[in-house]
């Protein structure tokens, strides 16, 4: 996984970073929790250098947002206490395939704004890249205070296994990624993954804080207390495993391919998230919840094709490098794409496409 996955890069129309208003929507509702917890642990220590991840930055305008959030939160708590800023070092992490370059053209802007607004009196701060796999360590022992992510850890460190009953026909069949169809085995399957990706996850992350560390982390998850009606999807990846599925009957795909298809992620309940944290041992929980954006962060202005091609658009970003790879290139994405859009719109018209949200602020023992 480290090798292939990517978010779509550049600044282009089919870009991550043209399509990521409903991660930006996501980061503006944690932002309470972000800045409480920035408060807390800027309170308890003082130092002198803030020390800081972002763990799947991706490329594009959230991946500095994040910073100015942090640097305008410790700016409100010195004033009030008219106390010096710190310096800042950001280290900002996502895979190896990922568009750093992107990132790094916009960093004169962003130091030259933040010099404008701030004057002398903030930083300096030092912008730094981190490539790798945040299912490892990516840092010395001890050296950070905070680490964020947001929408990142909903992502699995491989495909989940080759899902075959014992006479070898498939058992995901017709679905990209659990739908309702699934048999239980395939869901024991992804929960198991995400427990073991997870568990390293934060061991990893409990080395690399210092002690009372902290960390923030926001993913897409499933609200298992309501029982779904026969006519509505359990992620919007079902409908886009539904669009695959008539390219299939179309001739447009193998069927072959459809079957083998597992998306690399896992949307896990919030008991999920809060047993596989206290299990792990390494964190205590200081904040935990949920809260849900629709899936077109309100782009779609009441339009219902306007809403379809929004959201088409924003999965493209995150899913056309892994969906090409597994199809083949041959597979026209803008006509799977445009499919999409059709049957968004179409099940928009009827139910309200929401994604479920997971926060979480955990602090290091
Ligand atoms: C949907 S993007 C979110 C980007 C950004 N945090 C935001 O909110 O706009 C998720 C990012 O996580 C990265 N990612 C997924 N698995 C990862 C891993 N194991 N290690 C590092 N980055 C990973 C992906 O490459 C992708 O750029």
Redesign the pocket.
């Known amino acids: 996984?480290?090798q292939i996955?990517?978010?779509n890069g550049g600044e282009g129309k089919a870009s991550?970073a043209q399509n990521?208003f409903v991660?930006?929507q996501?980061?503006s509702k944690a932002k309470p929790v972000l800045q409480e917890t920035l408060r807390e642990l800027y309170l308890e220590s003082f130092p002198e250098c803030l020390k800081l991840a972002?763990?799947?930055?991706?490329?594009?305008p959230?991946?500095l947002l994040?910073l100015r959030e942090i640097i305008n939160s410790i700016d409100v708590i010195c004033k009030q206490l008219n106390k010096k800023e710190p310096l800042f070092q950001m280290f900002l992490?996502?895979?190896f395939?990922?568009d750093f370059n992107t990132i790094f053209r916009s960093i004169p802007s962003f130091y030259e704004e933040l010099r404008r607004e701030k004057g002398g009196n903030f930083g300096p701060c030092f912008i730094a890249a981190m490539p790798?796999?945040?299912?490892g360590r990516l840092f010395p022992n001890r050296s950070l205070h905070f680490i964020h992510?947001?929408?990142?850890?909903q992502?699995?460190?491989q495909v989940p296994g080759n899902f075959v009953s014992e006479f070898g026909s498939p058992l995901n069949k017709g679905n990209i990624y659990l739908a309702r169809t699934s048999p239980k085995s395939v869901l024991e399957a992804y929960l198991d993954l995400f427990k073991r990706d997870m568990t390293l996850f934060l061991m990893s992350r409990s080395e690399e804080l210092v002690p009372e560390g902290r960390m923030v982390l926001?993913m897409i998850g499933r609200d298992a207390s309501i029982n779904l009606p026969d006519d509505q999807v359990s992620s919007i990846l079902e409908l886009l495993g539904m669009t695959v599925s008539d390219m299939v009957q179309e001739g447009l795909i193998e069927e072959e391919k459809l079957d083998n298809c597992n998306m690399p992620c896992y949307l896990p309940t919030p008991e999920e998230v809060r047993h596989v944290i206290q299990e792990e041992g390494s964190f205590h929980i200081t904040r935990f919840e949920t809260f849900k954006v629709t899936w077109d962060a309100e782009m779609g202005y009441g339009d219902v094709q306007l809403r379809g091609k929004y959201v088409a658009a924003s999965i493209r970003a995150?899913a056309e490098p892994i969906l090409a790879m597994h199809f083949g290139e041959e597979v026209m994405m803008d006509g799977l794409f445009e499919r999409f859009a059709r049957k968004v719109s179409q099940y928009t018209e009827l139910h309200k496409g929401e994604y479920f949200n997971i926060l979480v602020s955990i602090k290091n023992r």
């Open positions: 996984m480290d996955l990517c978010m991550y990521s991660q930006e996501v980061m972002d763990l799947g930055c991706s490329s594009g959230n991946t994040l992490n996502d895979l395939r990922n790798g796999n945040f299912y992510s947001s929408y990142g850890v992502w699995r460190s926001t995150i």
